[in-house]
């Protein structure tokens, strides 16, 4: 994840930071956006549904109609797909299933103004991305099951063996509601958005379809956010960079038909889903489960999609873009 630092800490000067809510239809804002779209079967792990039906990540885009900007911001993001994970249990984001009895530590947080306060429920031997001893993002992504809440943090570091936490910044997901973190917070994700929901699954992948979109990340973005996404991390007014939670879908037109296996199930969510647009990175890097499940993936299954260009994608039309005022 890459942050500045000015932006974050001029964020009172962002458009309201009343909490938003999602309308009865998330993409009713763009009255033409909900054209044939009908959600699909929900998500569920841990025994939680992952959010409503009608939130934005579980509903098909596939009719949605193209953003006017779509092909000049396919123009400005050149590379091909790349999947930030695999059967390295390092390589990739993994997250930890607890119980509702979970016991919860203290957690002090950097970006203390934007991030929902602890205690959290961490398991002392919760992993952690890249592993305990990594230096990248370290994001801990904690399930906390029959409540179904999710916590989330970015730059994780457990004090005393996991007695208490210091992390960047923090997130709380009451699974069961549509309501977003308010305007111009950030979360574990530069683009306020949750992670969990948006990773690729073993599960999912093994029984055959990806009921959600999928999160995506590119070098250089602009200053401005799309609902879902409530924070941006730039500092460019270049309107043909992606804003965070901009949404990007597999053109119909495009054949997937020699992608088999596992691949063949991104591709077909990628074209019913899509990915927003969450945090700055590699372009066309997207993500999926690591950590101890990640055996489960076929490295030379998920290298197909590393073949597919950027220009296989479209950017559909979701909502406007929000900035500072």
């Not at 091909?80 to 249990?89: A, K, R, T, V």
């Not at 500092?235 to 992606?242: G, K, V």
């Amino acid at each position: 994840m890459q942050r500045n630092l000015s932006l974050i800490l001029s964020l009172a000067v962002l458009v309201s930071c009343a909490r938003a809510s999602l309308p009865a239809t998330p993409f009713s804002a763009e009255p033409n956006a909900s054209a044939g779209a009908e959600p699909a079967k929900v998500p569920v792990v841990g025994g939680c549904q992952i959010f409503p039906a009608n939130n934005w990540w579980n509903t098909d885009i596939s009719n949605y109609p193209l953003d006017p900007l779509s092909s000049q911001y396919i123009a400005a993001l050149p590379g091909n797909l790349h999947p930030d994970f695999g059967h390295n249990p390092d390589y990739g984001i993994p997250f930890n299933i607890v119980p509702a009895t979970q016991k919860k530590v203290p957690v002090s947080f950097g970006y203390a103004s934007q991030s929902n306060p602890g205690p959290y429920p961490i398991p002392p031997d919760a992993q952690i991305e890249g592993g305990r001893h990594s230096t990248g993002d370290r994001h801990v992504l904690v399930l906390q099951q029959t409540v179904c809440k999710l916590y989330e943090m970015w730059a994780a570091y457990p004090i005393h063996g996991g007695k208490r936490w210091r992390a960047g910044s923090g997130a709380i997901f009451h699974l069961d509601s549509n309501k977003l973190r308010p305007n111009g917070w950030t979360s574990a994700d530069a683009a306020g958005l949750p992670i969990l929901p948006a990773l690729v699954k073993c599960d999912e992948v093994k029984a055959g379809a990806i009921n959600h979109a999928l999160r995506v990340t590119f070098q250089e973005t602009q200053a401005g956010y799309i609902h879902p996404a409530t924070h941006f991390a730039s500092d460019s007014r270049a309107r043909y960079l992606p804003p965070m939670g901009l949404r990007f879908r597999m053109k119909a037109s495009y054949d997937i038909s020699h992608i088999t296996g596992q691949a063949h199930v991104v591709a077909v969510a990628m074209k019913k889903y899509g990915m927003f647009v969450a945090d700055n990175g590699t372009n066309w890097y997207f993500q999926g489960q690591g950590g101890k499940q990640a055996s489960c993936w076929n490295n030379n299954d998920l290298d197909q999609l590393k073949n597919v260009p950027g220009t296989a994608f479209e950017v559909v039309k979701t909502g406007r873009i929000l900035r500072k005022t």
